[in-house]
């Protein structure tokens, strides 16, 4: 069964500071690894999707990667900014079974602080 | 502009009277799909779509049942509500089973 970990569970860093979030999952037999933030009372924000064969990809202060056979991703802010402030989520998605079976991380809450 | 739109946005109802919650996407999408978040469990997958009339169930799909007529459309039903089914749910769009998932607003469910 798949398991999807993000690390920390939470983060507050000063303005202007580079940060990294965590993503693990356990079985690397994935189709895609999706990076998504969520604010509060509202939906989820797409942010980069990386392809099993990709090992990044970037937009904008964003960058993502991905290392399959370590089952790990990692997403990368540069120059945070307080409008960063919300909750990162990952997403894994892979064939299960014959079904298309998405498993989330529960999510990084960051904080900026101007 | 390219959306997903859930409605209701908020509901509470009482056990056992059934409901709907619609899904519509505007961006000609194959796949939809329909997830529960709940607090320390995160978002978890009820049911998707592959395309018109194929539906398939994800991890948590008991006490729920969709339906897939047209492309656009992938409401959610609950036929008997129970408590434990008060959570925020979202609807979600892809192009193809492989590509960057949208996801609407939010449905926000309590069942008492």
């Known amino acids: 069964k798949q398991e999807v970990t993000q690390i920390p569970a939470a983060l507050s860093v000063p303005e202007g500071e580079n940060l990294v979030l965590n993503c693990s999952f356990t079985?690397?037999?994935?189709?895609?690894l999706q990076w998504f933030r969520q604010d509060p009372g509202k939906g989820l924000t797409s942010l980069l999707l990386i392809q099993s064969s990709q090992r990044e990809q970037t937009s904008g202060r964003l960058n993502a990667s991905l290392d399959k056979s370590s089952g790990r991703s990692t997403l990368y802010i540069a120059a945070s900014q307080p409008g960063d402030s919300a909750t990162y989520l990952c997403?894994?998605?892979?064939?299960?079974?014959?079904?298309?079976?998405?498993?989330f991380g529960i999510g990084t809450k960051l904080q900026v602080i101007p | 502009e390219a959306q997903v739109t859930q409605n209701p946005r908020y509901l509470i109802t009482v056990t056992g009277k059934k409901l709907t919650v619609t899904c519509s996407q505007n961006m000609n999408h194959e796949y939809m799909s329909w997830y529960r978040q709940d607090p320390g469990l995160g978002l978890r997958q009820i049911y998707y779509?592959?395309?018109?009339?194929?539906?398939d169930k994800g991890d948590v799909p008991e006490g729920y049942k969709v339906s897939r007529k047209e492309k656009r459309n992938f409401p959610l039903i609950l036929e008997s509500p129970s408590p434990n089914q008060t959570s925020l749910y979202f609807c979600?769009?892809?192009?193809?089973?492989?590509?960057?998932?949208?996801f609407g607003q939010g449905t926000r469910l309590t069942v008492v």
């Open positions: 979600a769009s892809k192009r193809t089973a492989n590509t960057e998932a949208f």
């Open positions: 079985d690397s037999a994935i189709y895609n």
């Open positions: 997403a894994v998605m892979q064939d299960s079974g014959g079904y298309q079976k998405v498993t």
């Open positions: 779509s592959m395309n018109v009339e194929v539906t």
